[in-house]
């Protein structure tokens, strides 16, 4: 079976500073590890995604994340976050199928993120 | 290219009730899969379904079942509702036949039971 841990419910950043959201998971195979954004009132939007190529692995609006097997860590960084960066953010793993495909995701309890002005 | 649109986008139902949502996939996904996400939680797994059969179960009741149909559309049932049932009910397509593991969801089916 597999889980997710990230820390933190809450992590508030100054607009232009720098963004770090903390994702470690359990896995007893080589995992599928993800980030997906929530908005208010709408579903999930995958950011990216790691699935055994390479360990830093780059999304959409500047996002990126590093795979780092021997912490079991799979941390979210952008560089200057923006006002429109403010959601909440899931971590989620999945172990993927041998004909294809990949099992139901596990999601971590999500990290709301803020952004000051 | 549309994405995976979900029905109703919000419903009412009464304790002990039944409902049925749906789900289409993204155009050419063969996979679908459900989730609950309860308020300020991650999402649930529930179930995933691909060539018209349930392919994995979390961990939750009978109550929950589903449906894929040849178009790869997909029904979630719950019935005998409870009011901790109500949660937003998010679908994800993704295209096993091809090898491709991203999950893509839909906006979501907000339910509350009374």
């Known amino acids: 079976a597999q889980s997710v841990t990230q820390l933190g419910s809450h992590v508030s950043v100054s607009e232009g500073a720098l963004v770090l959201l903390r994702c470690n998971y359990s896995?007893?195979?080589?995992?599928?590890l993800f980030w997906y954004v929530q908005y208010p009132n709408q579903g999930l939007q995958l950011l990216l995604k790691?699935?055994?190529?390479?360990?830093l692995v780059k999304g959409i609006n500047g996002f990126e994340a590093e795979f780092k097997k021997s912490e079991t860590s799979f941390h979210l960084t952008k560089p200057s976050a923006h006002m429109s960066d403010a959601a909440e953010y899931f971590c989620?793993?999945?172990?993927?199928?041998?004909?294809?495909?990949?099992?139901?995701?596990?999601f971590g309890k999500g990290t709301h993120l803020i952004i000051q002005p | 290219d549309a994405g995976v649109t979900q029905s109703p986008t919000h419903l009412i139902k009464t304790r002990g009730q039944q409902v049925t949502l749906r789900c289409s996939p993204k155009?050419?996904?063969?996979?679908v899969s459900w989730y609950q996400q309860a308020l300020g939680q991650g999402p649930q797994f529930i179930f995933q379904?691909?060539?018209?059969?349930?392919?994995q179960r979390g961990n939750f009741p009978d109550r929950f079942s589903g449906h894929q149909f040849p178009n790869y559309s997909s029904e979630l049932n719950v019935n005998a509702l409870l009011l901790g049932d109500s949660a937003l009910y998010l679908c994800?397509?993704?295209?096993?036949?091809?090898?491709?593991?991203?999950?893509?969801f839909g906006p979501g089916t907000r339910l509350t039971v009374t």
């Open positions: 994800a397509s993704s295209q096993t036949d091809r090898g491709l593991y991203e999950q893509y």
């Open positions: 896995s007893s195979v080589p995992p599928y």
């Open positions: 790691y699935t055994s190529a390479a360990t």
């Open positions: 989620a793993v999945s172990v993927p199928y041998s004909g294809g495909g990949a099992d139901g995701l596990t």
């Open positions: 155009s050419g996904h063969d996979t």
């Open positions: 379904y691909y060539e018209e059969e349930e392919r």
